[in-house]
């Protein structure tokens, strides 16, 4: 069996979008294009750092281009989307690894996500090379989403996930830890002092 490739190139839409209340959100990535969706799901800290990590990619691709590129400096407020996921949210796996690389022919942001696989390995060396070993082996390695976004699409996108990861619960003015619903035992009262 060969290993499972969710292509997008490029979708009709990719966002980065939330099931659930504030404190219990799952994340997830999807991408639709026409009637088919694949929808993985991932962590808070690894859409955040996609996000902030396609936008540093963006920058440097302009910065390297001297401005002659197609990729905008902002996300274009004409193609922000603010849809919610499409339903149903069926997880096709959750992400263990993210990769980004930029197209130069085409001008294109390739996003891959990989499903999660556990590994056991004696030492790191050994892990190090049963990982890399994994994620070459396009035979029969773990599913992966693969999407490839135009320099605009790609703003879009970081904006949104920022915007997403940033509409949890509001954060103590005190301490800075989410507040929950059913309420907030705060450090700084309680005679807690942060140290500097």
């Avoid at 309420?183 to 309680?190: E, T």
Wanted: glycine share 8%; net charge negative.
């Amino acid at each position: 069996m060969s290993r499972q490739v969710f292509l997008y190139d490029p979708p009709d839409r990719f966002v980065a979008g939330t099931v659930g209340l504030p404190g219990r959100r799952t994340f997830f990535l999807q991408a639709t294009d026409g009637s088919r969706t694949t929808s993985v799901a991932l962590e808070k800290a690894q859409v955040e750092a996609l996000a902030e990590r396609v936008d540093e990619l963006l920058d440097e691709v302009v910065r390297r281009s001297g401005g002659k590129t197609a990729v905008p400096a902002v996300a274009p407020s004409d193609i922000a989307d603010t849809d919610p996921l499409r339903t149903p949210v069926d997880e096709e796996f959750r992400v263990g690894t993210m990769a980004l690389a930029w197209d130069g022919d085409a001008e294109r942001l390739v996003v891959e996500a990989q499903a999660l696989v556990e590994l056991e390995a004696d030492s790191d060396e050994e892990f190090a090379e049963a990982e890399e070993r994994l994620l070459r082996d396009d035979e029969n390695g773990p599913p992966m989403l693969r999407v490839l976004l135009s320099g605009g699409m790609a703003r879009a996108f970081a904006k949104r996930a920022l915007d997403v990861v940033n509409a949890g619960r509001p954060p103590c003015p005190l301490c800075n830890l989410p507040l929950d619903p059913e309420g907030h035992v705060c450090p700084r009262q309680n005679g807690y002092r942060r140290r500097l």
